[in-house]
């Protein structure tokens, strides 16, 4: 008798465990995850471009992706900044993830912007800021990048007569 129990537990928890299986596995599929509730798509023709934040230079245009930057929790958005763009030394108050969707962002660390010293990260690349590291980053050709954290974001220049909001 116990050898039967414990055969049709085994027998249970290995059928528990292939139904779990084959829900994962129709999870993964597209059209499973697009029915669930709060899932996003975008394409490129659905980003919807605005003038750039005043709290960066004068000429960028933004698209929030998720999310709502400027209040706690998850966001991404994405910045198109033309060529020979340039954000002064800066920090985030959180960590901060980007992105190379086009073109290539140059960025460095330290207090001056010194273009012998960033690192170009072309289309493709990734880089995570560490909140409260001073960096700045600039550009040479139209380039798009996204954005992504924990909000809210922001931005504090190393030297306050950087910031757009005070001219």
């Known amino acids: 008798m116990k050898r039967s129990r414990a055969g049709a537990l085994v027998g249970a928890l290995a059928l528990s465990a292939l139904a779990a299986l084959a829900l994962a596995q ?12 709060g899932h996003i798509v975008v394409t490129p023709d ?15 245009q933004m698209a929030v992706i998720e999310g709502d930057p400027s209040k706690p929790g998850l966001f991404a958005m ?28 140059n960025m460095g660390m330290g207090d001056t912007l ?4 960033a690192h170009a990260l072309p289309k493709g690349s990734f880089s995570v800021m560490p909140a409260k590291v001073h960096h700045y980053a600039f550009t040479r050709e139209e380039t798009i990048v996204q954005i992504h954290g924990m909000g809210p974001w922001g931005i504090t220049y190393v030297n306050p007569a950087d910031d757009p909001r005070k001219k």
């Open 46 to 60: 659905d980003v919807k471009w605005s003038a750039g934040p005043g709290t960066i230079p004068a000429g960028t």
């Open 26 to 37: 129709d999870a993964k599929k597209p059209e499973a995850a697009a029915s669930h509730a």
């Open 78 to 105: 994405r910045l198109k900044m033309p060529a020979a763009y340039k954000i002064p030394p800066h920090f985030h108050p959180a960590d901060e993830h980007v992105t190379v969707i086009s073109g290539t962002m």
């Open 114 to 117: 010194d273009t012998a010293k």
